[in-house]
């Protein structure tokens, strides 16, 4: 490549003061990292003349460092200080005032790559393609090339890894660019005892549980990685750090230590939701994060639903949910919950008590999986008659999240797959509630304003018909969760019995919600969203039942804790389309 032509960066100033006069260069790719580099272009009018004389000296190695990342060994840099070389002139000797300030940079010639030698490496391991013949020498790439090579050799559990030696020479003459670098791998080292420091309340034999970290196995980066995310993930702590000692004790050995900031163990909260058709919903929560000393977690939660609303009376719920971290693995959480509720919905009213407990495991950072036993009974009115049962459950749930954002994404998917076999005792009642939950995000452009979201729900039940099945276990369309713009669970089954007319929920649902997220500010969104729902009478979705529809305009606002959300909606099928408008206001995307 040829020579570049001499740069040239101009300051004027008056007083005590400059600014830019001339730049001219004829490459934008160097002139971008050259005046990215330069401390005296980030000056402004507030700078005094020891500033441009400090920053004047200092910009010899930032600028010869900025041409070293892009190729060039051979340039030439002078700052001049009204006509006078920076580097002659003291810190402390400053002019009073300052008139001009010139840089003239000279990059010289591109050098490209020579004979490049990082070894050894591991077995697997391989140069980059861009330290090859003919590309550009570009130092940022040398070091990226070593620091892969020694954390290659960690990876595989050779913890010391690191540079024994390194030679680099420019040939001037050839314009090349020649590298040595020697690794020493060391021994291959295996985990030592983990020492706990930090923590006040939590037990360090219940940190090393969590952490996992397994002690007397051969190194690994990615072992450290997954315990400091296991602590991080019962919520504890508020921050999460594992080191690694310095020197190796005997037999290859590398203790290990773990330092916490243990988060406050008491933490209360509360919630409210309003919508047009359901009302308002009010709920609250009093969360401990270390119960018995061993990062235990117990929530209480009481929510009081549809205040006011046109969908029944008002519900109520009494939720209790305890956790325990690393039981029977650092990866496998053991669970028990409660609740206690009413919820008195238009077709139905239910008095219900339900406990379940068992086991939740996470098999990848996206996958987890949940599976249970649980016993709930019940007293049920609706327009089928009054009764009452006690059901076993035994609920199991499959959750992969691929999103960026669990409040507010813009890229990414999330799948959840849930099934929930039910038997009574003491009635020949049976069946299978199956529900799966898709959504998947998609945004465009460098600052991601414009965002695609969409979602796709479908349930069955099996086994069981309309009038055997739990009210509660029935699906139905319209509102917030599934169809907006649509009255509130407005779309069911409707059907004869004993020559009454009478309205259920369906045995199966398919649903899908699309929207256009567009930014139009740093905390303003517009939304436009359309919605559809069906219900059906058969355990197959999609195969019988009827159809409608939702459309509208939403608005966010991003906080802290999720964006704001306001979303209007309206029929967007049926004979009263476009008559009516649903409001719905909440924290967090509707999806």
Known sequence: MTDLKWLVFGFICAASAAQAQDVRLNSAQARGALDDASLLRALDDTAVPQDYIAAARADYRRLLTALYAQGYYAGQISITVDGTEASRIAPLSAPSSISKVVINVSPGPRFTFGEVSITPLPMGAELPQDLGPRQPARSGQISSAVSGGVNSWRDQGYAVARVASQRITARHFDEKLDVAVALDPGPLVRFGDLTVTGNETVSADRVRQIAGLPTGEVYSPSDIDAAERRLRRTGTFDSVAVTQADDLSDGAVLPMTVQLDESKR?????????????????????????????????????????????????????????????????????????????????????????????????????????????????????????????????????????????????????????????????????????????????????????TFAGRLQFGSIVGADIDQAPADYLFYSGGGGTVRGQPYKSLGIDSVVGGTAVTTGGTSFAGAQLEARYRVRDKISLVGFYDVGQIGDTDLPLEDGDWHAGAGIGLRYETGIGPIRLDIGTQASGDDAGEDVQVYIGIGQAF
Do not use: C
């Open 266 to 450: 008491r933490r209360f909260g509360f919630g409210l939701e309003m919508s047009t058709i359901e009302g308002l919903t009010v709920s609250s929560f009093w969360l401990h994060r270390n119960l018995l000393g061993g990062a235990e977690r117990l929530r209480v939660d009481v929510e009081v639903a549809g205040i006011d609303g046109e969908t029944g009376g008002t519900d109520y719920s009494l939720r209790g949910n305890f956790t325990r971290p690393a039981t029977f693995g650092p990866d496998t959480e053991f669970f028990l919950t409660s609740e206690l509720s009413r919820e008195d919905e238009p077709d139905y009213l239910i008095d219900k008590f339900a406990v379940e407990t068992g086991f939740s495991r996470i098999l990848s950072d996206d996958l987890t999986v949940r599976v249970g036993v649980g016993l709930l009974t019940a007293r049920e009115e609706s327009d089928l008659g009054a009764r009452e049962y006690t059901l076993l459950t035994l609920p199991l749930d499959a959750t992969y999240d691929r999103r960026d954002s669990e409040t507010n994404a813009k890229s990414g998917y999330y799948l959840d797959v849930s099934s929930t076999p039910f038997v009574s005792l003491g009635a020949d009642v049976k069946g299978l509630r199956l529900f799966g939950d898709a959504r998947g995000y998609y945004s465009f452009g460098e600052e991601q304003k414009l």
